[in-house]
């Protein structure tokens, strides 16, 4: 189990807040640009964040020789198929919905690392998994008759989910040889252009500028969530066994509600509180060792 110091907390602190207030930010945008041409801005947004932080740290944008193959694998399917499948999913589902069904992604992690590569649980992460899995069962029970009124949206927010948890393991199984901020970098670099051409093919070239508001939504999706917070990500990854880093995720949803409670004044009906409960007692299992350890 994890000896978990305050690195790890603070981090997966930053990721819940960063990436739980996004997503109802894409609704925003997607109600003016068509998905291509948003993730499009999105994706310059992040390049650029990245490779200034890059350069102002004197950091290395070096790719270790050997290391392309699982760069360009890992650049699919944690940018681009995540990025193309959950503004889809969006577009089919309410925000809300559709992040439950993207945060699946510990289950597929679990199920990956159980058939493919033989991984045992132990018996207190086989508890966590079970429990989180819980959590966003009961998150999404409410939203049961809007997947089936909307298959695509389910379509799209599983295979987020599951892109999401492959790339997962590409990144904790390979040796980066000590690549930095520059495996974000080009994991997000490698993604422009093929959707940028996307873009001009099925949404064809951007006549005018976005709103101001859409304009802000994309530079900050860029920079904040997309940037720093996929730099977090791979930092936890890295930190933390392959299913404890997954299960780190699954708070992730759960700010979508609370912030609704505290901010909006929106009702908490029992299936959040099993959810928010569910989701505390997992992440303490996975996260917090155990006294015989």
């Known amino acids: ?3 978990s110091s305050l690195k790890v907390p603070a981090l997966l602190l930053a990721l819940t807040l960063m990436w ?17 041409t948003f993730r499009s801005g999105v ?5 650029f964040s990245l490779g200034l932080i890059m350069w102002i740290r004197g950091e290395s944008f070096a790719i270790p020789k050997g290391r392309w193959l699982a760069l360009i694998v890992a650049s699919a399917t944690n940018v681009g198929i995540w990025n193309v499948a959950t503004s889809m999913a969006v577009l089919y589902l309410p925000s809300g919905h559709a992040s439950m069904l993207a945060y699946t992604m510990p289950l597929w992690v679990a199920l990956i690392g159980l058939t493919l590569y033989r991984q045992r649980l132990s018996g207190r992460l086989l ?4 429990i989180g899995a819980a959590a966003v069962v009961a998150l999404m029970i409410p939203n049961f008759a809007s997947y089936a009124k909307a298959p695509l949206g389910l379509f799209w927010g599983l295979l987020a989910a599951i892109s999401w948890a492959i790339g997962t393991f590409v990144v904790k199984r390979t040796d980066w040889g000590g690549m930095g901020l520059a495996l974000t970098f080009w994991q997000v670099a490698l993604t422009v252009p093929p959707m940028v051409l996307g873009m001009v093919v099925i949404d064809g070239i951007p006549t005018h500028l976005p709103s101001t508001e859409t304009l802000a939504v ?6 904040l969530p997309m940037a720093f917070g996929t730099v977090v990500w791979f930092m936890l990854v890295r930190i933390l066994p392959t299913q404890v880093a997954a299960l780190s995720s699954i708070a992730i949803p759960i700010v979508a509600i609370v912030s609704g409670i505290v901010l909006l004044h929106e009702p908490l009906s029992a299936l959040q509180a099993v959810a928010i409960a569910s989701t505390v007692i997992s992440l303490w299992l996975a996260l917090v060792p155990s006294r015989s350890v």
């Open 1 to 3: 189990m994890i000896r």
């Open 20 to 36: 739980g207030t996004n997503w109802v930010l894409f609704r925003v945008a997607l109600d003016e640009l068509p998905v291509l």
């Open 43 to 47: 994706l310059l947004s992040g390049i």
């Open 127 to 130: 508890a966590a998994i079970v």
């Open 218 to 223: 994309m530079i900050y999706t860029g920079g």
